[in-house]
């Protein structure tokens, strides 16, 4: 082979070095931490309140739009936001004014308003954003093929993955146009709940 056929060869393989690195990142952070923490009771929830030896005083009651519910003898209460463990103790609290020595459980027993929560969200420049409940094992690809890829005005590799964590929310790139037409499935990240994936149109 000649000194020209080489110099082609190498010029070729310096132009594939000059390609913008993906800076991704090796460390993203799972929310996996977050998503176990104590439940906190929402709108919409189903509570199971049971006071022991006083069956008249148990009911099955749903969270309110306002976030109370009403239980015999306390009246209203409010349950939106608290645990599970924290409204049993206030409602307990009120009942020592009417019965001896009350003892109280309350059981989430329809979580209505944690499918809301951990729902994964796609917006921006894609065939139709959506708003779709968390399954353990998506990806970024998985969502935006289920709704039919990005638009010809997207600029998908300057897409962002929104997470939110327990320092905070951060930020992490994603390559969409990589992963979409080239395989390249570094920041083809697993989903979790809460995130939200943006992808941005094209500046011209």
């Known amino acids: 082979m000649n ?6 060869i190498f010029a070729m393989l ?3 070095g000059c390609e913008t ?3 991704v990142p090796s460390d ?3 929310t996996e931490s977050i998503v176990n923490v104590e439940y906190k009771i929402g709108v919409g929830d189903t509570l199971d309140v049971k006071v022991w030896k006083n069956g008249e005083l148990s009911v099955s009651v749903p969270v309110r739009p306002d976030g109370n519910i009403s239980v015999p003898l306390v009246g209203d209460i409010k349950a939106e936001g608290a645990s599970a463990e924290a409204l049993a103790a206030g409602i307990t609290k009120k009942l020592e004014s009417f019965i001896r020595s009350p003892q109280v459980t309350v059981i ?21 954003p959506t708003s779709i409940p968390y399954q353990k094992g998506m990806t970024v690809m998985d969502i935006v093929l289920m709704v039919g890829g990005v638009t010809p005005f ?11 964590t327990s320092s905070g929310t951060k930020v992490y790139p994603v390559y969409l146009d990589d992963i979409l037409k080239k395989g390249d499935l570094q920041s083809n990240y697993n989903l979790m709940p809460n995130d939200i994936i943006t992808v941005p149109e094209r500046l011209f």
């Open 28 to 30: 993203i952070e799972s």
């Open 3 to 8: 000194a020209k056929y080489w110099m082609i």
């Open 154 to 164: 997207a600029d998908a590799n300057d897409t962002k993955l929104y997470r939110k």
């Open 21 to 23: 690195a993906r800076l």
């Open 108 to 128: 989430v027993t329809n979580p209505t308003s944690s499918t809301y929560l951990r729902r994964i969200r796609l917006t921006g420049a894609v065939a139709s």
């Open 14 to 16: 310096t132009l594939a």
